[in-house]
């Protein structure tokens, strides 16, 4: 039964994908495209070469920690639709940081990096304490407090960190990700060591969910607040640190941007959409670590290799976009291709 | 014979079990049958079946004679059959008129509900048969009998000649059973039949006619009430003799563990429901709270396990001053608790047994060392607990919402006795469970007053409050009107005490 | 009709394109690719010029898209460093990075590939494979300026910005210095929607000033002015007496402002992308790559001009009123403030 | 004030009404226990139906194109939303991650066929929009005329009756009481004979139909064309709209406003020159802001329908 289970597990986000792709070339070949020579472009655009590599990877990274503060919350039974604001801060005091302090690599860059995780926290902790506290409802603070990070960080980048410019300062090399080394290898991609920590956040999230009291915890709330109080555990502490933490991963994906991609931050005229493409890939890997790095890398591959479909296949990138929400869909309908998968076996028999 | 509804040769399997095997009941015209068996034995799901809400693999159901195919609710309401269901199925935030009329609504030209004419009817309906409602008030504001009542009133809005209680009395207060038995007499007067399914054989025994037995989804067979006796029903339930006294050596208090001083609690309204209790209970003795429900009980125990905030007055514990303290604070004082809502409090259903069972002691070694968890050690204590108190399982790894109801809460039970508590609350822990299930229940409660805990004991069921007790309480307004002695007492007494009717004599003895 | 003729343009992008990926273009040919920003590259604004341009080029060398020249869509801020270098491992001579926001992308990929030139619109880099391109938006918007001063009736005109920042800061110290130089009394509404593309803050925005008694409105705000010309509209499809107009940027927006048999714009800043681009793209093809250089194009070089379709509301009056400071800023007589510290010093002049 | 009144009221209306309406068919759809975060989707498929329609039978209908184009924008939201339906209620999908689908595929697929059908990123201007109209009679009342009937949209009109609809139509009717039950106890309707997948079929498909119409009369009204841009997070104001609104239509109505008022009056304020000196990043963040307030001093704590989120599987507990 377990392994059956554990089977379908894997089964069914892979046939989700397999529809999903499927479906896109049904659509390619509905608005008069080539759907070999669209996925070919796809394929070019995400491993053609050590290039496009890196840049996945690097398209890859903020995805897994926006991913992860979405899955955490959800662990508690909040819904964080806050990860894009929480980018946003945490991308600003983390260059904010690699502007205004003069030291040394060791200290510098972990000192940028927790400012984004903190800012991110913060940014998270607000709607974790009028929830707690006050019971309202963290969808529409967390949506609120998305638009005040946009503008609230506008308004810092023009009047305090540069002279009503919209870009900054580069941001000082000991506080940079970047490495070039990496670069050099993969044909100047802008891979940087962010990876590294994106699969760090994820195991952490996965050591503190399944591992620790904490994540026993957490768990435990989301489940069941009345329960959960009875057994002597602080239902609002408990809250408020979820989505902190959940905060905190989002802040960190804004550092990885900062820090790491492009080491500067300018001002945002929208979303850097980051955030709400972490509740689906959240969603897509389950609300787990592993799921959401392998989500995570999903989504990377095809928004990275659609960027060649166009000139390639001459295929709008757009077709990405909807491959994912099918193959989203197919996942979370899971139900379905399940009874499917069982029929089919019945059928063998 | 004239038949009301036959149900023949029923088979329904759910995945991987058996729930009814080929079960015959024959419900006469105007009989109040009862319908017998353990926890999880299939009585449920034979009468989900004839509701319509599962379909049978086999088998046959007849309706005044007829073969019928009830495939949903609607045909069963058509076919006057209508169903007041262990969980109240009331929509909570909506009015007593508009759950009952919900389905079946009237209405006026403009296609709006008329509730005048529904609130009319319903009066009629309540009126005729003395179910007394409200029909203004809001579910979640009455108290659960008139939920019932409202419940009842549904079928008959609905015309249903033949009615199914599953398990109605279980969370009725002995008053309300009183009610209850008496609105199915007047049913019955009105040419109603009934199919009652109860694990409380002194209610088979007073008002049924004929009780059909059923053992691990099989039927057993059918009886005649006045040719039978409880424990030859019992005996047929569970396949062996079961032990009706609980045998219990005399209580040896010894210090005092809980001291509740002039206690004032308020409720989630802001009015005050414990105003100016006193308690006491020792190590070794067992004390028996009984009142009726609403009495100031629930905001009690919430008092003393930190739940609610007590306003004034002092609760000790094993001489600790423990006012208000953290529900952390007071478990680790040394209190364990049997919530009444298991469900709500006492599981996270979601989690697996094994985890359940260290929901208060996650954090404490040997489950935990530096904040990590130590699964080997968590699983390991539950596979013991589960043996010791026959928690039926498959493993300690199923989620806690697979198991029934009287296997959670023997898990509960476990859990909490075996952290060994000096105090141990038990809030109606046999709510709905079957005889074996209560035996067992009671047996563990007194093996540990006899280790030394103070044991206090809240509950609606006299029976068990006068046997399980060395020492009864009378709860009547938010203060203890009367201490009494079970074996010095009597059901007509405390019922009594209960309504308040001596209360001047029951505080000076309280004293 | 439309979008069947789109559709068939569609299919011969896509089989041109078809052959581009064959790989084997002959190296000797000049390649030349820009990347637009998010706008996109029809955005009714510079990376539509920018493209128009581009193509032009192509088409009068008898190229075809994805054969010598192209372009690249960037739908979010992450997507140009690979679309530029996308181009440069196709071996595209020229690559035009169009808007500000590709400046750090242009700069860093001038520096990794210095066998490839580069050529930012609306920004400055520093490389010597790299020419910044920059446009002198102030005059243009001073010229429009003139003509709103001219036009307004209540003495009271509007600008609508996108988002706060250097450049659109350029839009407005021009216009307004246009304005108080017809009339230093006039005043001038600015607002920022601090979007580009937030139609419904703009339609407040302009919702807002028309009812406040102005009566022209320059926007510089990429689809945020969508809202402004909608509200426009509207007044005038109820009060088709009203006078009350729009200014458009970057194109001509002149087909944005029908309305019924009235049309509420006045005129356009015209920023020519499109020559600015043939321009650096004629001089590299002969070997004379401006590189390192910033090349501004103003009025004198063609790159900004104004609109005179409206010839019911661009009367003789004002066109010629516009010219004479038109030619007062060409010989340098007027020296047109690109920021509001050096609008500040203009005014105390007038 | 008086004019001040004048001038801030149509524009609340005018703002609002898209959000008023998408809100609405959130509420319809979290009554009957459908989570709804795919109201953002349902949106940019009405916005770009709506456009899209707009553009291509302009000549056949004239003046009755917004009209049509907001029909056929309801008509194409309602089936769009089969998708959300059909994934939450029949496949037991988790209906979060079914809502977060349906905004990525109808950005996905508005998009793509814009790109295919006319070769750019976005269309052209619509030539039919919805004008503002003088409401005949009404406009005549001393005060109120002027404020609420003069240069109003009808559409804006329209959101707020059907407001009032939902509200009859969910507390006063069978057919309300019967959604409502299904949201709140799914088991309790079915053993009332109420065919709960039916109802919530029925809930999810009216917020199709009106997402459809709160995104077409956004492009119709506001935007005037559709590309990527046009709905950016309107949805998720008008999801915080029903939630703000507890989930009552006349509630989402008051918080839609709410943010039209707040909104228009953070435009308003930096023409005041009392408030000149204020800095420009309050007066924008200023809408959001007071909405927080709003929620933490008095508005406080809102209980969803109890059975919202959840898929009902017969037979289950
Ligand atoms: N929905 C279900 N899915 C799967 N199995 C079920 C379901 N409902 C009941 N069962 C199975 O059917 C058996 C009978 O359950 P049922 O609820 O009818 O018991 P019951 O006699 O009503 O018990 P109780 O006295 O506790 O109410 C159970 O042991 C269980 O294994
Ligand atoms: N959804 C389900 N899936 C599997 N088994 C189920 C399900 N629902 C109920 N059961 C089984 O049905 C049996 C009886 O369940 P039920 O909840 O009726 O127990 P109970 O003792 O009556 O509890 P309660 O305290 O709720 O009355 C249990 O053995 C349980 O395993
Ligand atoms: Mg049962
Ligand atoms: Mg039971």
Redesign the interface.
Known sequence: MTSNNKLFGLLVPIISVIIGLLAGAV?MLL???NPI?GYAALWAGAFG?S??IG?TIR?TTPLILTGLAVAFAFKTGL?N?GAEGQVIVGWLAAVWVGLAIDAPMIIHLPLAILAGAMAGGLWGF?PGL?KAK????E???T???N??AL??T??VI?SVLTD????TE?IASTASLASPWLQSIT????IHYGILIALFAAFVMWFIIE???????L??VG??Q?????????VSKNIILSMVIGGAFAGLAGAMEGLG????I??M?????LG?DG??VA??GANNALGVVLAGLLFGVLK?GA??M?????V???????I???I??F??????IRWVLLRFKKGER | MDYAIEMLNIRKEFPGIVANDNITIQLRKGEIHALLGENGAGKSTLMNVLFGLYQPEKGEIRVKGKAVNINNPNIANDLGIGMVHQHFMLVEPFTVTQNIILGSEPKNRFGKIDLATARKEIQELSDRYGLKVNPDAKISEISVGMQQRVEILKTLYRGAEVLIFDEPTAVLTPQEIGELIEIMRSLINEGKSIILITHKLKEIMEVCDRCTVIRKGKGIGTVNVSETNSSELASLMVGREVNFKTVKKAAQPKDAILEVKDLYVKDARKVDLVKGLDLNVRSGEIVGIAGVDGNGQTELVEAI?G?AKARSGTIKLANKDITNL???????SGLG?I?QDRH????????SIG?NIV??T??QRPY?KA???SYKEIFGKAKKIIEEYDVRTPSVYTKARALSGGNQQKAIIGREVDRSPKLLIATQPTRGLDVGAIEFIHKKLIEERDKGSAILLVSFELDEILNVSDRVAVMFDGRIVANVKPEETTEQELGLLMAGSQVIKAGETSQ | TETGDEGSE??T??ES??N??EEETASDDYKVAMVTDIGGVDDKSFNQSAWEGIKGWGEENGLAR?EGF?Y??S?????Y???I??FV?DDYNLIFGIG??L??DIQTAAE??PDTNFAIVDDEVDASNAVSIKFKEHQGSFLVGVAAAMKTKSNKIGFVG??????I?KFESGFIAGAKSVNPEIEVDVQYA????DAAKGKLIATNMYDSGVDVIYHASGATGNGVFNQAKDIKQNDPERELWVIGVDRDQHEEGAINDHNVTLTSMIKRVDVAVQDVIEQSKNGEFPGGEMLEYGIEEDGITFSTVNEEAMTEDIISTVEEWQEKILNGEVEVPQTIEELETYQESL | MFEALQSIIPTVLFYSAPLILTALGGVYSEKSGVVNIGLEGLMVMGAFVGIVFNLTFVDIFGSWTPWISILAAMAVGAVFSL?HA???I?????Q???G??????A???G???T??WYGKGQTDMVDQPFYTTDIPVLEHIPLIGPIFFQGIYVTSYIAIILAFVAWYVLYKTPFGLRLRAVGEHPMAADTNGIKVERMRYIAVILSGTLGGLGGAVFALTIASNFSH?TI??QG??A??AV??GKWHPLGAMGAALFFGLAQSLSVVSSGIPLLADI???IL??A???L??LA??GF????E?PRANGIPYIKGSR
């Open positions: 659509i608005s008069g495209h020579k070469d290039y496009t840049e398209r819904f639709i607000l009028l006050l019971g309202v409802h969808v529409i603070i949506i609120m407090m638009y005040i503008h609230v506008n308004a023009r009503q410019a919209t870009t580069a044909f100047y991609s802008r591992r620790t009291t904490y994540g026993y915890e768990k435990s489940f069941n009345h329960a959960s109080n009875y057994a002597g555990m602080n991609t492009y080491g500067t300018s001002v005229s929208g979303f850097t959409n709400f509740i689906a969603l897509l990275e960027g060649e166009p000139t390639a296949a001459g709008p990138t757009e077709l990405v976009d909807i994912i929400a099918l989203i869909f996942v979370a309908s899971s139900y379905i | 396990t739940l953290s529900p952390r604070k007071i478990t680790e608790h919530p709500k409090y006492g599981l996270v259903l979601d989690y985890e929901l208060q996650y954090y935990s904040k990590v968890l | 569609e299919n992008d896509t394109t078809d581009g990926t994805g192209d690249a869509q739908n979010e801020k992450a997507d460093m690979p679309n270098t996308r491992r500000f926001e400046k750090e990794q590939y996108g988002v706060d920042s250097p450049l800061k601090e979007s580009f593309a | 998708i059909v994934a939450s029949s496949f037991y999908a988790n979060v991650v079914s977060v689908a349906i905004n990525m595929l950005l996905g697929i998009v793509y066929l790109k295919v841009s950016v997070g998720f104001m999801l915080a939630i703000f800095p420009q990043v924008l963040i809408p959001y802001l909405t927080i929620l933490a508005i406080g704590r809102a969803a």
